[in-house]
C-alpha cells in the first residue's frame, strides 16, 4: 500500500459512498457467520487505519486483534482504543498456530506480489483453529485496473475461480464466493478502460470526496447489491471478488 493513501483512507472510509457500501454487503455476508458459533479472537490481517475492526467489534462483540505491515496505519488504529495492534507480514504471520476463531483479510491480497498470496494463505491456515472461518475480499479482474490502482501499488487482482482455487489448495472448504459492486461496472468501465486513458490521466487516489447527493446515487446500487447477497445469492461479476471459508479440521 502506498503509506500517502492512508490520510486518503481515514478521511473517507466513515461516510463515503464505497465504503459504506461494501460494509453492508460485507454484513450481509458476516451475520450467518457471526450467528453460528462464539468467536474468542479475530484477527484482521492487513487492517489499514483499524476502522473496521473497530465496527466488527461493536457490531459482533468480537475480540480484534488488527495487525498491518505499515506503522502509517496503526497510528491511526491506536486512535480506536484496540487492546493490542501488531505490526506483522500477512505472509509470515507473527502468531502461535491454531491462534483465532477467524481472520479477515480484506483488500490487502491484491498488494502482494503474484505467487506471494500461496505462503498467505498457509500462514491464514496455520494460525487459525481447525474449522476456524476466513473471509478474503479483493479487487477484481486486471480489466479493472486503473490510476487509483497504480496510486495504491496494487500488484495483482483475482477472478473467482483464481481465489478460490488458491484458498482450496490451502486447505480451506470454500463456503460462500461471489462477485460484489457488479451494477457499477459499466461506469467504473468506462472511466478506467476510455476516460483515464482518453484524458492521460497521473497515478491518484480514488477516494474524492462528491456531492451530498452523488455520494447517495453512488450508495444505492452496493446497498442493492447487499440485499441480495443477503439473502444467500451471489452476483456473477463484479469489481471485487468475496470468498468466505473454513479450515479443514
Known amino acids: 500500500m502506498n503509506p500517502a493513501e492512508f490520510d486518503n483512507i481515514a478521511a473517507a472510509e466513515r461516510d463515503m459512498w464505497w465504503y459504506r457500501g461494501m460494509r453492508d454487503i460485507l454484513f450481509g455476508m458476516l451475520d450467518p457467520v457471526a450467528r453460528a458459533g462464539q468467536f474468542g479472537r479475530v484477527l484482521d490481517a492487513g487492517c489499514g487505519t483499524g476502522y473496521l475492526s473497530q465496527v466488527l467489534s461493536e457490531r459482533y462483540g468480537w475480540r480484534m486483534v488488527p495487525m498491518d505491515s505499515d506503522a502509517a496505519g496503526l497510528r491511526y488504529a491506536g486512535g480506536f482504543g484496540a487492546e ?6 500477512v505472509a509470515a504471520l507473527p502468531f502461535a498456530g491454531a491462534s483465532f476463531d477467524a481472520l479477515l ?8 506480489d503474484r505467487g506471494v498470496e500461496h505462503q498467505t494463505f498457509a500462514e491464514f491456515a496455520r494460525v487459525l483453529k481447525p474449522d476456524g472461518w476466513l473471509v478474503v475480499r479483493s479487487a477484481a479482474f486486471d480489466a479493472l485496473r486503473s490510476r487509483h490502482s497504480e496510486f495504491i501499488h496494487e500488484a495483482q487482482r483475482f477472478s473467482r475461480g483464481r481465489l478460490v482455487g488458491a484458498l482450496k489448495h490451502a486447505g480451506f472448504r470454500v463456503e460462500r464466493a461471489t462477485y460484489a459492486n457488479s451494477l457499477l461496472l459499466p461506469v467504473a468501465l468506462f472511466k478506467f478502460r476510455v476516460w ?3 484524458t492521460r490521466a497521473e497515478a491518484a487516489s480514488g477516494l474524492q470526496a462528491v456531492s451530498r447527493w452523488m455520494d447517495r446515487m453512488l450508495y444505492l446500487p452496493l446497498r442493492m447489491e447487499a440485499g441480495w447477497i443477503g439473502t444467500g445469492r451471489s452476483i456473477p461479476v463484479g469489481q471485487s471478488v468475496i470468498v468466505i471459508a473454513r479450515k479443514g479440521s
Open 84 to 89: 493490542r495492534l501488531v505490526r506483522g507480514n
Open 105 to 112: 483479510s480484506i483488500d490487502v491480497i491484491s498488494h502482494l
Open 196 to 198: 483515464e486513458p482518453l
